[in-house]
């Protein structure tokens, strides 16, 4: 890790949170993965050493503790007090990003696997209904793949196969549809009233489905901006 000098307190903090992936990782733990497997999943391109690296750094620093798993097998990563003031930090980052790098911004180029991970985290349990909801997501540009979201109050799992249970809602239409759903780019009965996604299954779970996502953090902000880059 570079050494700033610590002379001033943005090159003390840069020496902390600065390197590549680091912020990406402390991203992961504020949305609250806290197993090595999943904050790996969320971030595609990271080698498993490196993460390995940044997770030992970031706990040196004081800024995670690492507990043993609850079901007695691996461990879990924590953010201390000092880790979690950092949200700021990284909405900050998120809203700058899409303020004065919108024109660069790819959001088309997220991977189906990658952008079923991140909604699947993004689920608000509350408001699923009771028992087991199973949603086949059918992925049909630029890669065509199928991948189920198993969603029940206590957890959400993703299968890259069929989990062997019945589907009770199927949304069929190409990952950078679902994307701008995600990310803030159209809501997603706009996306429903334009045909870019459609959706089969009960009524009542159809009508129910996108109030149990929470979608990006970001999705109200990117929203905007992208309403005030039409009307330029």
Do not use: K
């Amino acid at each position: 890790m570079p050494d700033y000098g610590n002379y001033c307190p943005v090159s003390m903090a840069s020496e902390v949170v600065a390197d590549r992936w680091t912020p990406l990782i402390i991203r992961e733990l504020v949305l609250g993965n806290t197993r090595f497997n999943d904050i790996a999943r969320a971030l595609p391109g990271i080698s498993r050493s490196l993460l390995v690296q940044r997770l030992r750094h970031l706990e040196r620093r004081g800024v995670l503790e690492t507990w043993p798993a609850p079901t007695g097998r691996g461990s879990e990563y924590h953010l201390t007090p000092a880790g979690r003031d950092l949200e700021r930090v990284i909405d900050s980052l998120g809203r700058w990003a899409i303020e004065w790098l919108f024109e660069e911004l790819r959001p088309h180029d997220v991977a189906p696997t990658t952008l079923m991970w991140w909604m699947h985290r993004r689920v608000d349990l509350e408001r699923l209904p009771p028992g087991r909801t199973v949603v086949e997501f059918r992925h049909t540009a630029p890669e065509a793949v199928t991948i189920w979201l198993v969603m029940e109050r206590s957890e959400v799992s993703v299968c890259l196969q069929h989990p062997g249970f019945a589907v009770d809602v199927e949304v069929t239409g190409s990952t950078p549809a679902l994307s701008d759903v995600f990310q803030g780019y159209c809501t997603w009965q706009e996306a429903l009233d334009a045909g870019r996604l459609e959706v089969a299954g009960l009524p009542r779970l159809l009508d129910a489905l996108p109030r149990w996502f929470l979608w990006s953090p970001w999705a109200e902000v990117t929203r905007e901006r992208a309403d005030r880059a039409l009307a330029n």
